[in-house]
């Protein structure tokens, strides 16, 4: 390739990525180029329409694990101290930026009558 300067740029395409199959959202994308010594970096975010994927089919799940080991022990109307296991998966990772108005959450909400004792 030629040297890069203010009249000679390249453009670099890349075609043929596997794509993960749970998903991300929307968000750019950085790259870094350097010389064969890794020697004057340089930097750059995309710009333009954010980047994301939709989670591929299953990769979200929320259920209640329901094998007779993994508690529901006392499934009858009136028992008390039941535990029940809650199996999240997301199919994008959440994450949280620094600042105040960039947190990632969610909530679980449970049914009227119900508590939860403990999450972990």
């Known amino acids: 390739m030629d040297d890069i300067h203010n009249l000679v740029q390249h453009t670099i395409r890349i075609k043929s990525l596997t794509l993960p199959g749970g998903g991300f959202f929307a968000t750019r994308i950085g790259a870094q180029v350097s010389t064969m010594e890794d020697r004057h970096q340089h930097y750059v975010v995309s710009k333009g329409d954010y980047l994301w994927k939709q989670p591929g089919i299953g ?48 909530h679980v909400e449970l049914p009227v009558g119900y508590q939860a004792i403990r999450a972990s």
Not at 59 to 65: D, K
Not at 76 to 94: K, P, Q, S, W, Y
């Open 59 to 106: 990769a979200t799940v929320a259920s209640l694990v329901s094998s007779s080991s993994d508690g529901n022990s006392r499934p009858f109307r009136g028992d008390i101290g039941n535990m029940l296991h809650v199996r999240l998966a997301f199919g994008a990772t959440l994450r949280h930026w620094p600042g105040p108005s960039r947190a990632a959450a969610f």
